[in-house]
């Protein structure tokens, strides 16, 4: 008889489900026969390697899979915590869901394209029927009006219909595209209800309101928030014959909490939990005008979900409803997580992110002032912003720089060198204090295939630039002992603590084979090789190319042109014996 052992084995081999154990590394321990189908590896290609595609365990992931008829087809990817030879790991199932997403496509397709062509003839009908309503055509007797402004009505109601089913195969097809910005809540609804107040009145009904004076920001698609306002304000207006029609907003846990309270019909508690599904109406509005199509609430609560909020109902029957909306308060961290997952749904190619934080900023607004540190930080945002589509700022907060930097692992410290730089520049323009800064990076997916993830990786571990920058390795060129050891009891006394001297400059190369320095600071006219000839080899060297070089003249040099040097990204020379506070500068910036 076969052991439970033997079964489950089987089940697991004869499974059409692909099943991958990785440990907490990300390393495969073990794929099914499906899994490697699926994935088009053999289990010798698969164990022992990294898995590379994106999955988490708070939802599913979409990937591209091989069928069995050997056709490219669409998996799903779910992941759970498992116990693997003693040891914690990672079970990730592999499902294909190719049929499933065709004929969700087909739907959605069919309603978007019937949606789509009932539109221009529904506009060309209304539009028609209400020049004749309108006696553009001609005079029309009451009579005549009254049924063309029914024509007229039902033509809205219809388009409305059809604008509501092209709303909802957008969202569900994941086509929506939201154009956040920072947005004054309050106002929204200001304007939702002010849209509404005319009807509310003439039908009777008294307005009351409860929204603070000051601004509630959110980070959202304005009209996408204001045709959900519309659609519950609208509601109140449908189902209430008396009474009142009460709006709030509040502050709750880091949200903001929007009430649209009613005096109507009410819901009964058989129909509250199908009360956002999609065609769904529990009740008829006495006024036919009102009538509406049963997808409203189901749109509103997928908009709210796609800004990160949640939406409830509590309503009792011939009492009245109240619908209330929570959205996130405006933070760089929503903004950021926003543009993140944009960026990832748009491509799994692998990116980096850097974050510089500036710690001493309020010390150098008293030392200069508030609108300067303001247009330093303008500055620095323009001038990353115009490098190139490969480094991208997302976030510049008074004390916080955060980019997305396109481009592979190995370029990532390069680039992060250029952006110090910028920073540093911007403020070496207005203030002689040095920034105190920190860092962190992280590498999608390596660091994290969820946003979360990827800043909490990227935050975790921030490195404190001047230790960094005073351990960093300094090469002193020039033929002149007695201005190498001054050069050097200078840097070490500014806390640099890594420096080492050549007074021979053929000695360089030989140098630079065991150690790259991270700055060479070089005199130009030495015996044997010049230093232009110094400069001329590190820069054919893919190796040495961007070793940051600083230039010791015996020539007299404008110390006031320290600033037209970086603005023009020249190499930056210093007069010997070297000024104390230009070489802290330069090798500051520089390193």
Request: proline fraction near 4%; charge should be negative; aromatic fraction near 6%.
């Amino acid at each position: 008889m076969d052991s439970d052992h033997d079964i489950l084995q089987a089940i697991v081999e004869k499974s059409d489900i692909g099943l991958v154990v990785m440990d907490e590394k990300r390393i495969i321990q073990f794929a099914n026969p499906a899994a490697q189908t699926i994935l088009n590896r053999k289990s010798e290609q698969l164990v022992g390697q990294p898995f590379e595609y994106p999955v988490n365990d708070r939802e599913p992931s979409i990937i591209d899979i091989i069928q069995r008829n050997g056709r490219t087809g669409t998996g799903q990817l779910s992941m759970s915590d498992i116990s693997w030879n003693g040891t914690k790991a990672l079970l990730v199932s592999i499902r294909d869901i190719t049929e499933q997403v065709m004929l969700d496509r087909l739907k959605d397709d069919f309603i978007h394209n019937v949606s789509h062509e009932l539109r221009t003839p529904l506009t060309a009908i209304r539009e028609s029927v209400a020049q004749v309503h309108d006696g553009i055509l001609g005079d029309v007797n009451e009579e005549q009006k009254a049924y063309l402004s029914i024509c007229m009505r039902n033509a809205d109601r219809l388009r409305k219909i059809v604008d509501d089913l092209l709303d909802i195969s957008k969202i569900e097809a994941g086509k929506i595209e939201l154009k956040k910005k920072q947005t004054d809540l309050g106002e929204v609804v200001q304007s939702g209800l002010d849209l509404y107040k005319p009807l509310i009145q003439k039908k009777g009904l008294e307005i009351h309101t409860q929204i603070p004076e000051r601004e509630l920001n959110v980070y959202v698609d304005r009209d996408r928030i204001y045709q959900v306002i519309n659609n519950l304000v609208g509601n109140a207006l449908k189902f209430t014959e008396k009474g009142s029609i009460d709006i709030e907003l509040s502050d709750k846990d880091g949200h903001f909490l929007c009430s649209v309270r009613d005096t109507g019909i009410g819901i009964s508690g058989e129909d509250l939990p199908r009360v956002f599904d999609k065609f769904q109406q529990f009740a008829e509005s006495t006024d036919p005008k009102y009538r509406g199509t049963g997808l409203g609430l189901s749109i509103a609560r997928q908009i709210v979900q796609l800004h990160e909020g949640d939406i409830q109902v509590d309503s009792k029957p011939n009492e009245g409803s109240t619908f209330s909306f929570t959205l996130p308060k405006y933070s760089s961290t929503i903004v950021l997580r926003d543009v993140l997952s944009t960026r990832i749904k748009k491509s799994a190619d692998p990116f980096g992110l850097l974050s510089i934080r500036i710690k001493n900023l309020d010390t150098i607004q008293r030392e200069t002032s508030p609108r300067i540190v303001t247009d330093a930080l303008y500055q620095i945002n323009e001038t990353l912003g115009s490098f190139d589509r490969r480094t991208v700022p997302m976030i510049t907060d008074r004390e916080d720089i955060i980019l997305r930097i396109e481009t592979n692992e190995a370029q990532q410290e390069k680039r992060r060198r250029k952006v110090m730089r910028v920073v540093k520049e911007a403020f070496l323009k207005i203030t002689d204090t040095e920034l105190e800064m920190e860092y962190g990076t992280s590498i999608y997916p390596e660091n994290g295939p969820a946003v979360d993830d990827l800043i909490s990786s990227c935050h975790e571990f921030m490195v404190n630039e001047t230790v960094q920058r005073f351990s960093k390795n300094i090469l002193l060129v020039d033929d002149e002992t007695a201005i190498t050891d001054a050069t050097r009891e200078l840097l070490e006394l500014l806390g640099y603590k890594n420096i080492q001297a050549l007074n021979d400059s053929r000695a360089v190369f030989d140098h630079i084979r065991n150690s790259i320095p991270d700055l060479i600071i070089l005199d130009m006219k030495m015996p044997g090789m010049t230093g232009f000839e110094v400069i001329g080899r590190l820069k054919e060297n893919f190796e040495t190319q961007d070793i940051p070089i600083l230039i010791m003249s015996g020539y007299e040099v404008e110390v006031g042109r320290f600033h037209e040097y970086i603005s023009k990204k020249a190499i930056l020379t210093i007069y010997k014996p070297a000024d104390p506070d230009l070489l802290r500068k330069m090798v500051y910036y520089l390193i």
